[in-house]
């Protein structure tokens, strides 16, 4: 019966799904450009800035050493077989840059800051804050919601950029002090192989839409979700699965696109 | 948390972004690599450039000097021409030679330079003439297994 | 009745989903007025005030506040008249994040720009009118249900509003507080000139202070008028309701598929709407 159901029920989620994302995307918008709005507030977003950014910067600093570490493990093995290891600084460098530091720093991102705001928002509308926002004629989507979208497409690129960073770091400690690569070699062969714009700013680039869709749909799903206890528990469960995938799903477009 | 307090790390959050975006840029990308735009640009022909492609580096005695810019074909001489931009500082003698190399058994290729001896330097826009092509691998494998087989 | 109405409904419709909330109501609220609405317990009063605030729109009818028609009124009117109006919602609505004085100094701060001193001021006086001023440095987690209440009175107060929204004031609170609160509202009203809209279930509480009295049953007004004539009326409904008896024509159920008995002798299928 399970079975039976399963159809019918992915084809009505599919068309609630429709009307759905016209409402996520004119929410996104209004709240993008209430930037505008007098009640956008530059301390607001700071004080986002440092949530998001400040206190992730260690997890994600952690989280970038051991990939590039394991990096330089797999990738060394990988290549002594073929005697190429002269190409691992090339390897390392450009696994993070394109893939690995944009996908991983999103993906870390929303769960670790992406469940916060999808929670805290729907507790605040569970709890009629927002409500009580509106009668006192400030607009939440401009108070609450901008300075949050706006912090996350800022902060992302910013967590990207250093994981990056130390991820490389990491890759290089493991293939040079202790597997013994020559390190002038790991260094100038991924100098001459990785590009400035094509490798380091795409990366980036998609960072940046990662930071802004990951944010997007926390936002969303706080704003949108049932204002009960229940409602905030799936709404945060919903958030970051749906923006993991999200994240997967858009990497791959952007990877066709970019890099070809 | 104090306002004062949030502004102070946000600050310093953002200028190790910057920060981590030079370093990538200069260590890891090859914006470094910038200086080789006011390098001067030398010519040669080769028979074969095997995998050779733009951005290559050029190298002399193992230590990069300049990149290929540009690869063309010679519709006179049925040539491959490889363009490169040397490093100002660099002056090559006239009776200069270029190789292809292959780093490692599948590492990538380039263009190694061997200096010679004659006291005019080629000028920009010059041309090394004595040149010597990549080796073909499946050409060498091939040699390899059939004077093993008929050798014996 | 001679004076301006400042809020005035005409013939409102309105339903979630295919639960009918409010079914033609209308009304007239007098400028400078403390107008009560009562009704049972999900007869619709919180919509009613959402309406007048215009964070709902009704499906059918006019809502107009002082003098504007909110349907036909765009977002930066409506939030412009929002800056006149105050609400004490059912739940408080405190900011978690911000402590007592802060939240009472959200609404000032976000629509003036005041001296420190001078906004220190404006926020003391008013918690001091709700007996919070040495509550202004707890956080909204650290009151009571009653207090916290106190502080969203406070807080609805702070602008000044021409008109103010009390969603039951009284519930939580003791009956020392009750009577304060009760004078306060009384007197904020004068002294501002204000126009009060309360909604409450204590009904001798409410009629000390109100000029005027709606009474909600079914989503319409079944009573209205002074609380004297209210007290003296020979509407069933109203006598119902006023002397809090349990059975007549307000019914206290929602409104159910089948009966009681059926409901409980019936057998259904696990996941099946009751
Ligand atoms: N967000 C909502 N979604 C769906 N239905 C709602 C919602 N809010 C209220 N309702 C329904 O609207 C009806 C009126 O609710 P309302 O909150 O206006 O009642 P009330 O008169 O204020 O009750 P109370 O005195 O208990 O506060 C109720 O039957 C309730 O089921
Ligand atoms: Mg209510």
């Known amino acids: 019966m399970a079975f039976m159901e399963f159809i019918p029920n992915l084809g009505r989620r599919t068309l609630r799904t429709v009307p759905n994302l016209g409402t996520a995307s004119r929410f996104l918008l209004l709240s993008l450009f209430a930037v505008a709005n007098r009640h956008f507030s530059i301390q607001q977003l700071l004080k986002q800035v440092y949530g998001f950014g400040v206190r992730s910067l260690l997890l994600m600093m952690v989280a970038a050493f051991f990939t590039g570490m394991v990096l330089g493990f797999q990738g060394y093995y990988a290549l002594v077989r073929f005697g190429a290891t002269s190409a691992l600084g090339t390897l390392v460098a450009l696994s993070l840059l394109r893939e690995l530091g944009p996908v991983l720093t999103a993906l870390l991102f929303a769960g670790r800051a992406g469940s916060a705001l999808t929670a805290e928002i729907s507790s605040m509308k569970a709890t009629e804050q927002l409500s009580a926002m509106e009668m006192m004629a400030v607009n939440p989507l401009a108070w609450v919601v901008a300075p949050r979208l706006w912090a996350g497409i800022f902060v992302v690129p910013i967590l990207c950029v250093i994981f990056d960073l130390v991820g490389i770091f990491g890759g290089y400690l493991i293939s040079v002090p202790v597997l013994g690569v020559d390190g002038g070699t790991f260094w100038a062969q991924m100098q001459s192989n990785v590009a400035f714009s094509g490798d380091i700013l795409t990366g980036l680039f998609k960072a940046l839409c990662f930071g802004l869709v990951v944010t997007w749909i926390a936002a969303w799903q706080g704003y949108a979700a049932q204002p009960t206890a229940e409602g905030v528990g799936n709404a945060t469960t919903i958030s970051v699965v749906t923006a993991s995938l999200a994240v997967l799903g858009l990497d791959f477009i952007l990877t066709a696109f970019l890099f070809t | ?152 | 009745m001679a004076a301006d109405a400042l809020v005035e409904l005409e013939n409102v419709h309105f339903a979630r989903g295919p639960h009918t909330v409010l079914d033609g109501v209308g009304l007239r609220i007098t400028q400078g007025a403390i107008v009560s609405i009562m009704g049972a317990s999900g007869g619709g009063k919180t919509t009613l005030l959402n309406l007048m605030a215009g964070t709902l729109a009704p499906q059918a009818g006019r809502i107009r506040v002082a003098g504007q028609d909110l349907q036909t009124l765009n977002f930066g009117d409506l939030y412009r008249l929002r800056r006149r109006m105050g609400m004490l919602f059912q739940h408080s609505a405190l900011f978690t994040d911000f402590s007592v004085f802060e939240n009472v100094a959200f609404p000032l701060r976000r629509h003036f720009r005041l001296d420190e001193s001078v906004l220190r001021k404006l926020v003391l006086m008013k918690l001091e009118a709700v007996g919070l001023r040495g509550a202004a440095g707890l956080m909204p987690a650290e009151l009571s249900g009653g207090m916290g209440r106190r502080v969203a009175l406070a807080r609805a107060m702070v602008m000044d509003p021409m008109l103010i929204f009390y969603d039951e004031p009284f519930t939580g609170l003791d009956p020392i507080s009750v009577g304060i609160i009760a004078t306060l509202i009384r007197r904020l009203n004068d002294a501002l000139g204000a126009t009060s809209i309360l909604v409450s279930h204590d009904v001798q509480e409410t009629f000390s202070i109100a000029d005027y009295g709606y009474i909600l049953a079914g989503g319409k007004i079944i009573a209205e008028g002074t609380p004297d004539t209210l007290r003296a009326s020979d509407s069933e409904l109203a006598r119902q309701f006023l002397g809090g008896k349990p059975d007549g024509p307000v019914p206290f159920h929602y409104p159910a598929k089948d009966d009681y008995a059926t409901a409980l002798t019936g057998v259904w299928a696990a996941g099946e709407a009751i």
Do not use: C
């Open chain 2, 1 to 152: 948390m104090e306002k004062r307090a949030i502004d102070w790390w946000v600050g310093i959050f953002v200028l190790l972004g910057i920060a981590a975006l030079v370093v990538l840029a200069l260590r890891v990308g090859n914006l470094s690599g910038f200086a080789y735009n006011e390098g001067y640009v030398l010519h040669a022909d080769f028979s074969n450039v095997g995998s050779l492609k733009p951005r290559s580096p050029v190298k002399l005695g193992g230590v990069t000097i300049g990149e290929v810019t540009h690869i063309g074909m010679d519709p006179k001489t049925f040539m491959a021409k490889v363009t490169m931009r040397i490093e100002p500082k660099v002056k090559l003698p006239t009776d200069t030679g270029a190789s292809i190399y292959t780093e490692g058994l599948l590492g990538e290729q380039y263009v190694s330079i061997q200096p010679g001896g004659m006291p005019q330097d080629l000028q920009p826009g010059g041309t090394i003439t004595m040149t010597q092509s990549a080796v073909n691998i499946d050409q060498l494998i091939g040699q390899m297994v059939f004077s093993k087989a008929s050798g014996k």
